[in-house]
């Protein structure tokens, strides 16, 4: 990767902490962080609440910037606000969910292609002709007008926010699995073991 894609956030949203659960023999995060750590620099967790819970992973912790549980927006701009203080002359972070074990192997690769071969401001994943927002790739320039879009306009539908850019979306195909599955309910967990599975 070059040094424009620096910092990552690992949004872990909602669920009483769903990332956490065990799943094959490691947490959901665990899975998702051996997915994604080869194709970045570094990682951050984007989580509210104690940070000690997430300890034993060795990530820094980052909660988020505007209060209230804004949803993902909020994550896409903690991480944003991260890598400006903490990263100087980082251009991009790439976004994950933490529910999806499966998450692309090529994720940040293919959505940097397409931004840079579309000359787009933002990049986003689909699969099945579904999107993905959360996993994406977004410019730290955007910093100031997600917070004031988020502050005095009060948005918090990520499409709202991306309708204001060009947006490259990336599809990955869904069969035999959709990378982008995530674990949400009993079914879920249960389907996502079988998978799991040698």
């Known amino acids: 990767m ?72 909020a994550g896409v701009l903690t991480g944003m606000e991260w890598a400006a203080e903490h990263v100087p002359g980082c251009e991009l972070i790439a976004t994950f969910a933490t529910d999806a074990p499966f998450v692309p192997t090529d994720l940040v690769p293919r959505l940097q292609a397409a931004l840079e071969r579309s000359g787009s401001d933002i990049a986003a994943a689909s699969s099945g002709g579904r999107a993905h927002p959360v996993f994406g790739l977004w410019p730290v320039a955007l910093r100031e007008d997600l917070r004031d879009a988020m502050i005095r306009e009060e948005v918090r539908k990520v499409d709202v926010f991306t309708a204001r850019y060009k947006l490259v979306t990336v599809d990955w195909s869904n069969a ?3 990378p982008f599955y995530n674990v949400n309910h009993p079914e879920d967990f249960d389907r996502a073991l079988e998978l799991l599975q040698p």
Do not use: W
């Not at 620096?6 to 990332?19: L, M």
């Not at 194709?39 to 609440?49: D, R, S, T």
């Not at 992973?57 to 505007?66: E, F, M, Q, T």
């Open 176 to 178: 035999p699995l959709d």
């Open 2 to 73: 070059r040094n424009t894609s620096c910092r990552r956030t690992i949004p872990a949203h909602g669920g009483g902490d769903k990332c956490l659960r065990e799943l094959a023999g490691k947490t959901i995060l665990q899975h998702v962080m051996e997915r994604v750590s080869p194709q970045v620099k570094a990682l951050a967790i984007n989580a509210n609440g104690d940070p000690a819970r997430f300890d034993d992973y060795g990530l820094p912790v980052v909660s988020d910037s505007i209060e209230g549980f804004a949803g993902p927006l």
